[in-house]
């Protein structure tokens, strides 16, 4: 079995964060010819829900860089990688004290998914979290309340560089954490990090993948310093034109810019389907 993983953000989606009229005929052209396809991503399975819907990819998905897998026919989670509270400690405290907020994204039991955080101190931050719950149904609760047993998936942190950049350089120090940044558009000079275990990655996740299905052959598509694991499991990895340097160089070729549905037309010419 060959199997087709995408990661969404820079690369299956335009920079609108959709996927083209283009690109869905192209992966429903796929699934007509019975080739399978599944997605490898940083965003969580609520934010994919929708999004992902039309294409009904009954496959296992791997969400949070690796945190996570999700298999739509079992309707659960079977593959986790959580941090649990201490080890978020270090990272928490490191916001709280360059000022960033902290936004520790969590799942219980009932896969029911909530997002904890100190009160809000910036106006600009405060919108953006605001977006959780109203697009993505995200329950957003207080830090003070996060349970002594949490499962945490990740903590997402978004604010100035040089704050981010001290909180970098804590994460760093420590064996169980790992942490994947950039540039955020939101402000002049700010970034995004986003921190979780270190044993969690797309590539690790696809491992699991790969044995679960009994794939006999990987290719997959990424954009990112994240998606590095996935090309390593892979046989084949493709990286579009937008691609950080160290995904290009790790890539078996460079395909054109996610939104000009690079990914579409490599898979089109690739598998001979009609344009």
């Known amino acids: 079995m060959e199997l087709l993983v995408f990661d969404l953000d820079g690369t299956l989606l ?32 609520p934010e994919c829900r929708e999004l992902l819907s039309a294409l009904e990819i009954g496959l296992p998905q791997i969400y949070k860089n690796g945190v996570v897998v999700w298999d739509p026919t ?39 998914h909530a997002v904890y955080h100190p009160p809000i101190n910036d106006e600009i931050v405060g919108r953006w979290i605001g977006t959780f719950e109203t697009e993505l149904g995200l ?33 760093d120090a420590q064996d169980h954490l790992v942490a994947y940044e950039g540039e955020a558009s939101e402000s002049p000079g700010w970034r995004w990090l986003e921190v979780h275990h270190t044993s969690a990655s797309k590539g690790r996740a696809l491992g699991y993948l790969k ?5 006999s052959r990987v290719v997959c598509f990424g954009d990112a310093d994240n998606d590095l694991s996935l090309f390593a499991q892979a046989d084949e990895s493709y990286a579009p034109s937008n691609a950080t340097a160290s995904a290009k160089a790790a ?16 898979l089109r010419h690739r598998y001979s389907l009609e344009s």
Do not use: W
């Open 74 to 112: 079992l309707a659960c989670f079977t593959q986790q990688c959580f941090l649990t509270p201490g080890e978020a400690e270090r990272t928490i405290t490191a916001a709280l004290h360059t000022n960033l907020m902290p936004l520790v994204h969590t799942i219980d039991s009932a896969h029911h």
């Open 211 to 215: 044995r679960q299905m009994r794939v």
């Open 14 to 45: 335009d920079r609108r964060g959709r996927i083209s009229a283009y690109t869905k005929a192209t992966l429903l052209a796929l699934r007509q010819r019975g080739i399978a396809y599944t997605v490898a991503t940083g965003r969580t399975y």
């Open 251 to 266: 890539a078996t070729a460079v395909i054109a810019h996610h939104n000009e549905d690079g990914v579409a037309e490599f």
């Open 139 to 171: 329950e957003l609760l207080p830090l003070s309340r996060l349970p002594a047993d949490a499962d945490i998936t990740n903590i997402f942190l978004l604010g100035d560089g040089a704050a981010i950049a001290y909180v970098r350089r804590q994460i």
